[in-house]
C-alpha cells in the first residue's frame, strides 16, 4: 500500500537547511532545553528524512543565551556573541542526542573549533555526510560575532546547496500584522526577497535574506507546531510563506 508521500507525489526539494530557534527546544519550560520537545523534532526530522531529503540542521541558542540581551547588559558585544555561539552548540548536542535515541545518524559540525567535542565545519565533509543520510547540524553560527544564526543557517544552506532553507516558527508563514494580537493580519503564501527587506517584515535579519537573495534560495517560514509540519511543507502541503526571487 503505497504512504500518503507517495500518492502526493514527489518532495519538492531534494536538500534542505532546517532553521529552528533556540526558544523550540524550551517546550513547555520558560528555559534551557526539554529533552522531550528535542525528540518530537527527531521524530519531524526521521519522518521528513524518509521522503529521501536530505537535511542539514541549524538551531539558534536563545533558550541558553542571547549574545544581543548579554551586550544589551553592557557586556562587550564579541564576548556576548561568543556566548551565545556556545549555547547553539549546547543545543546541537541535545539534538544530536534526541536524533540518535531513535537511531539516526548525525554528525555535529560547528563554527568554531571545539575538537574533543565536535566536528569543525569542513564543507565538503558536510556534503558526504548529507549524501551518506546523516543530518548535519552546523553549531556556533558563522563562527563569528555581530551574525545571527539566521544568518549563519542562510550561509550554511549556500555552502550545501540546499534547495531551500525552512524556517520553523510559532506561526504558519509571514502575516500582515501580528496574527496574535490582530484578528485582521492575513498570511502572504508568497513574497519576494525584495519585499521583506523592503517592508522589513521580521521573518529573519536582513543579512540573512540578501544573501539568500544572492544565492537564488527561497526561504520557506512554516508552523514546527503540528506533527508531520516536516514532512508536509516539504510535499507542498500545509501552511507557509515561500520567500523566493518572483
Ligand atoms: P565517514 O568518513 O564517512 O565514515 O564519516 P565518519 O564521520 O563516520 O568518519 P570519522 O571516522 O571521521 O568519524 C567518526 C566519528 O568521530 C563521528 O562520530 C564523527 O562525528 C567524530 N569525529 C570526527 N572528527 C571529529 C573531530 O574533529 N572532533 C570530534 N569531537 N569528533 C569527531
Known sequence: MPTESE??????????LLKISGEALVGDGEYGIDMPTCLNFAEEIAAAQELGVEICLVIG????????????????????????MMATIMNALAMQSALETIGIQTRVQSGVRMDEICEPFIRRRAIRHME??????FAAGTGNPYFTTDTGAALRAAEMHCDAMLKGTQVDGVYSADPKTNP???????????DVLERNLRVMDATAVSLMRETNIPIVIFSLHNKGAL????????????????
Open 7 to 16: 500518492t502526493a507525489g514527489e518532495p519538492r526539494f531534494q536538500r534542505v
Open 61 to 84: 541558542g536563545g533558550n541558553i543565551f542571547r549574545g544581543l540581551a548579554g551586550a544589551a547588559t553592557g557586556m562587550e558585544r564579541s564576548q556576548a556573541d561568543s556566548m551565545g
Open 132 to 137: 551518506k543520510g546523516r543530518i548535519v547540524i
Open 184 to 194: 485582521d493580519a492575513t498570511r502572504y503564501d508568497r513574497l519576494t526577497y525584495q
Open 231 to 246: 514532512q508536509d511543507v516539504l510535499m507542498g502541503r500545509g501552511n507557509s510563506t515561500v520567500i523566493s526571487g518572483n
